[in-house]
């Protein structure tokens, strides 16, 4: 995963920057923003390196190498977690906030010193991810269509790769998700609400006609403003129906 994430930067941004043992990367963004990324693949390390918030970032401003007063309020820390697939998708499935998801709630919400983010990803969506390192347009072209978001929808796990693109728009702020849905969308073609309107009256076999005088009764409805008079307006339509059916 650390070869895709860095990936996503341009390599001269990349910040010489190491908090003790642990696996990272730290990139200078646009408008003077920073982040700083950790992957790890246990909770404890997740907690571990929050309880260290102000030691990481003790460190980064004893740096003289790297630290400049812009980092004070502008780095975006990227905890990247990789969690089994049952810890994924564990909420989802019980219905029940799960231990995860808590502590996860907890470090996002904890804005001191600079912002937090966990991304968790599987072994799986690692594994496809990797193959498209330096290679993020591609992947964003192939996954990101109505399809597959229609498929998302009914079915979470068998559209993991779309599920991982929008928890990394999300996660890293930087990447803008509707440049490439605009991309995606290129030569589509696009048709006004009026043409669906007017196919649905065909289909339906609506009467134009009829619809325009039961507008025009509806306006001359004393009250029809309030939401009794609308609905005693469409009971008095249902007997006049069943009327005419009985008749």
Not at 29 to 58: H, M, V
Not at 105 to 113: G, P, V, W
Not at 123 to 131: E, I, R, T, V
Request: a negative charge; aromatic letters at 16%.
């Amino acid at each position: 995963m650390r070869e895709f994430i860095e990936a996503l930067f341009e390599k001269e941004n990349k910040i010489e920057f190491q908090y003790e043992d642990y696996e990272m990367s730290f990139f200078a963004g646009r408008f003077k923003s920073y982040y700083l990324i950790f992957y790890i693949r246990t909770q404890a390390e997740l907690i571990d390196l929050w309880k260290n918030t102000s030691s990481i970032f003790k460190t980064i401003k004893q740096n003289e190498d790297i630290y400049n007063n812009n980092m004070d309020k502008n780095i975006v820390c990227v905890y990247c977690l990789n969690v089994s697939e049952e810890e994924y998708y564990e909420t989802g499935k019980t219905g029940t906030i799960s231990g995860l998801s808590k502590t996860i709630s907890s470090i996002e919400e904890d804005l001191n010193f600079f912002i937090k983010h966990v991304f968790l990803y599987t072994d799986k969506m690692n594994s496809d991810a990797n193959q498209y390192i330096g290679e993020f347009n591609a992947l964003c072209k192939k996954y990101l269509t109505i399809e597959n978001f229609e498929q998302y929808k009914n079915e979470i796990e068998e559209s993991y790769l779309f599920d991982f693109l929008m928890n990394l728009f999300i996660k890293f702020p930087f990447l803008k998700i509707g440049e490439y849905i605009r991309q995606n969308q290129e030569g589509q073609e696009y048709r006004t609400a009026t043409s669906f309107i007017e196919e649905k009256i065909k289909k339906d076999k609506i009467d134009i006609e009829k619809m325009q005088e039961i507008m025009d009764s509806l306006e001359e409805t004393e009250n029809i403003g309030t939401n009794d008079a609308i609905f005693k307006w469409i009971d008095n339509l249902d007997l006049e129906e069943e009327e005419k059916e009985i008749q």
